[in-house]
C-alpha cells in the first residue's frame, strides 16, 4: 500500500482500488448463521465492518461489530444493521474519496453502483501512507488542497493572509454592484418616466440574494455526506428550479401587491411579479449548483460560492427586472 497516492493519481476513479477482502453478511441470515459463515470463511484482510448485502449483492447496511458479538443468536441480522450507509458512489474519483475519509474519519467505505449493488470496500490506506512519507509542509499542503482541505484555517492565519484570501471572492460582490449600477443607467429612460421601479429594487434584489444565499448553504451542507459528481449537480439543479420558481413566484405576487396597493401601478407589479419569479428562479439554481461545480473544479466551495452566487443573481434580476420594465412600459 505505500506511496498509493504517488502511483495514483487523485483523478483516477475510485473503483481501481477497491478490494473484496470485506466482512460481508446476508440480509436474511441470523447472527448465529453470519459467525457460522464468517468462522467457515473469513475474509482474507482486516475485518473493519461487517457490510449487508441482499441475494443480489445490493447494500443493504451496516452491523457494528458489538451488537453482533453480543446480540442472541437468533436475531435476524436486519433487525441490527444500521440501513444508512455512507457510500461512495462508483463514479467519484480517488481525490474525493479522500475528502470522505478526512471528513468522517472512517476506516473503510463501501463503493457502490447506480443501483446500490456493492463493487467493493476501499480503505483508509487510500491516501495516509502517502501522507506519513510527505515530509515537507508544502508538500503536505499541496495535497489537502487537491483534496479541497486547508492545512491552516483563515481563523488561524494572520490578518493580512486572512484578507488575501477572502477579498479576491469578494470582489465578485463589487464588480456586480457596479455592473448593476451601470445596468440602472442603460434603462434610465423607464427609471425616469415610472420613478416607482426604482423604489423596488432593493427588494428584488435582495430577495434574490436570500435565496441564492438558502441554496448556497442547502449545496454546502449536502457536499457534507456525498461526494460531488456531475450527474449530482444536475439532479439537485432540476430538483431546485421548481423550489426557486415558487419561492419567486409567492414573493413576487406580494410585493406586486403592495405595488398595486401603495402606488395603483399594474405594470410596475406585473414587472416585480416577473422580475422576481425569474430572478429568484435563477438565484436558487445558481445557489445549488455552485459549490458542487467548484467543488468539482477542485476549489474551495465554502469561501467562493457565496460572492459568486449573489453577484450573478443581482445581475440576472436586475437585467430580468429591468427589461420586462422596458417591454411593458413601452
Known sequence: MANRITRANLSDPVTRYVHQNFARLQV????????????????????????VVD?????????PTRRL????????????????????????????????????????????????????VVDVELYTDELSQLGEASARDNLFQVVGVHRVDGTRGSVVSA?????????????????????????????????????????????????????V????????????????????????????????????????????AWLGER??????????AGGVTGAAALGIALPILLRLLHLEPRVAAGPIALAAADVITILLYLNLARWLMA
Open 69 to 120: 458479538l453480543l446480540s442472541s443468536l437468533d436475531t435476524l441480522v436486519v433487525s441490527i444493521m444500521e440501513p444508512k450507509v455512507i457510500q461512495l458512489p462508483a463514479e467519484i474519483t480517488v481525490g474525493e474519496a479522500c475528502e470522505f475519509f478526512i471528513q468522517y474519519r472512517f476506516l473503510a467505505f463501501p463503493v457502490v453502483d447506480d443501483q446500490g449493488g456493492m463493487l467493493g
Open 217 to 260: 448553504s442547502i449545496s454546502l451542507h449536502l457536499l457534507r455526506d456525498q461526494a460531488p459528481t456531475w450527474r449530482s449537480m444536475l439532479s439537485k439543479l432540476w430538483s431546485e428550479l421548481p423550489a426557486g420558481f415558487l419561492l419567486g413566484l409567492a414573493s413576487g405576487a406580494v410585493v406586486g401587491l403592495v405595488a398595486v
Open 28 to 51: 436474511g441470515q441470523t447472527v448465529a448463521e453470519a459467525l457460522d459463515e464468517l468462522r467457515e470463511h473469513p475474509p482474507a484482510g482486516r475485518v473493519l465492518y461487517f457490510y
Open 163 to 215: 484578507f488575501r484570501h477572502r477579498f479576491p471572492w469578494l470582489g465578485c460582490n463589487l464588480a456586480a454592484g457596479i455592473l448593476a449600477a451601470f445596468l440602472a443607467g442603460v434603462f434610465q429612460e423607464e427609471l425616469s418616466r415610472v420613478v416607482a421601479l426604482a423604489f423596488f429594487i432593493p427588494v428584488v434584489l435582495n430577495l434574490a440574494e436570500s435565496v441564492s444565499s438558502q441554496s
Open 55 to 63: 441475494g443480489e449483492g445490493r447494500l443493504r447496511g451496516v452491523v
Open 267 to 276: 405594470r410596475v407589479a406585473l414587472c416585480l411579479l416577473g422580475g422576481i
